[in-house]
């Protein structure tokens, strides 16, 4: 058959017609779109689980646990500290040992608020020696400290947790109702409240209804009357947030000052619409 034939040149062109389907078959990829597209996929579900192990950080982060310092040896007796901590910080403080019986004893209960109230305000150990009760004062900070030092030591595996505030609890709606708070707080004075070692007055801050701070702006000055307020009035204050109300108990020792105190402050609430 010549080269130029008619049914040669057809086979000739049919073998090459296969030839190059062949050709093109032999290059389709491996792997079809689904397979793509789970390859694809794998990196995102592994990133997906990096975000969540354990179950979120959230609940890890926060808490609050009590942290107590050792035992202060002072002249008049032991002086220990226990310390509520939440989020890193202090948000109470208490000596669940200091001196008893006596004047050590009635210094203690005087100064002993105080020095509570300090601590939440300072946060650390660097707080003021209350004048009268220099040796409970000087084991209160030693006890301090070394509850400080157990939280922070306590505390560096988790970290410091974000979220709920050091003075207040967590919970759904806490956010909303400090933004409430913050927005209707208000700062309320009492009249003076004359006694016979001079004018106590109390102001308060009312914060949604509720006493959230309270105040001697006004109480007796110098000599033995002065010493008796320093003491007195820091736990007059503490016990008017805490009883939310004029009913509170007399110090000892500052009978004239107490009374003032909650006549002061009864004005204050009155004015407060409490």
Do not use: C, F, W
């Not at 020696?129 to 988790?158: E, F, I, N």
């Amino acid at each position: 058959m010549r080269k130029s034939h008619p049914i040669r040149r057809a086979v000739l062109a049919g073998a090459a017609t296969v030839s190059g389907i062949v050709l093109l078959l032999s290059l389709k990829p491996a792997s079809d779109p689904a397979s793509a597209s789970a390859a694809g996929a794998a990196p995102q579900r592994t990133a997906a689980a990096q975000e969540s192990p354990q179950g979120g950080s959230g609940a890890q982060r926060t808490g609050t646990r009590s942290v107590t310092g050792d035992v202060a040896r002072t002249q008049y007796g032991d002086v220990q500290v226990r310390l509520t901590v939440s989020d890193g910080r202090i948000t109470a403080a208490e000596a669940v040992r200091a001196p008893q019986g006596g004047v050590s004893g009635q210094k203690s209960e005087l100064a002993v608020p105080r020095l509570n109230q300090e601590a939440v305000t300072a946060q650390s150990a660097n707080i003021d020696t209350v004048s009268g009760a220099t040796y409970t004062s000087g084991g209160y900070k030693k006890s301090l400290q070394s509850a400080l030092d157990k939280a922070k030591a306590g505390g560096s595996a988790s970290g410091p947790a974000s979220g709920s505030s050091s003075g207040a609890p967590s919970g759904s709606s806490s956010s909303g109702a400090a933004g409430s708070g913050a927005a209707q707080a208000r700062t309320v004075t009492g009249e003076a409240a004359q006694t016979d070692y001079g004018p106590v007055q109390v102001r308060i801050t009312v914060s949604n209804g509720r006493i959230t701070k309270a105040e001697a702006v006004r109480a007796p000055q110098g000599g033995v009357s002065g010493q008796k307020s320093e003491l007195a009035v820091p736990r007059l204050n503490q016990e008017a947030v805490t009883a939310q109300s004029a009913n509170i108990d007399t110090i000892s020792g500052a009978t004239y000052t107490s009374g003032g105190y909650k006549k002061s402050l009864q004005s204050a609430l009155d004015k407060a619409g409490g």
